[in-house]
């Protein structure tokens, strides 16, 4: 299976929303009703990018089982750009920081695949299937596999390891 990095799906994830961007543009050119589009997971809400990757009860279960997964509690963010931007506003310890913008650029790149296969191939995958995926296939394996982001999550871990001892905090 191919491999990801988090900057490779952070590419992937915002060249998708502009491709929709620019379809969206141009079915409306052609004089689709855009309004009547409803979202392929729920069909109860006109589809938008941020329904379908944060708002959309679907996308929400995938975000609540990944919190869950971390260990985070409740998901307050209602945006794409809460999502990115505030890393689901949450507080990640910062040797974890990295590790979680990964989880949720692959997060985000999956929801969205899965949307597209629904859309154009009548496919429909379970949110528990989905997390799985970004848990085993593209979660703490890729993430750990990519050399860069693994010596700095140790080095980070072993600079805060240094400063809680210097505290008095470890012995």
Not at 121 to 132: A, F, M
Request: proline share 1%; hydrophobic share 35%; with cysteine.
């Amino acid at each position: 299976m191919e491999q990801v990095g988090a900057q490779e799906g952070k590419h992937l994830c915002v060249e998708s929303v502009e491709r929709e961007n620019s379809s969206l543009e141009e079915l409306d050119r052609r004089g689709i009703d855009l309004d009547t589009t409803l979202c392929s997971c729920c069909d109860s809400v006109m589809e938008s990018c941020v329904h379908s990757l944060v708002l959309c009860n679907f996308s929400m279960s995938v975000w609540e089982k990944i919190f869950n997964w971390w260990k985070l509690g409740n998901v307050n963010a209602f945006s794409i750009g809460e999502i990115f931007a505030a890393n689901g506003k949450v507080v990640i310890p910062k040797y974890s920081l990295h590790l979680w913008q990964a989880v949720i650029w692959t997060s985000v790149y999956f929801i969205w695949k899965i949307r597209n296969e629904r859309v154009f191939k009548g496919k429909v995958s379970s949110v528990t299937k989905i997390v799985k995926d970004i848990q085993v296939v593209r979660g703490y394996h890729f993430i750990t596999l990519n050399t860069k982001c693994e010596k700095r999550f140790q080095r980070e871990k072993e600079l805060e390891r240094e400063t809680k001892r210097e505290n008095g905090y470890l012995h």
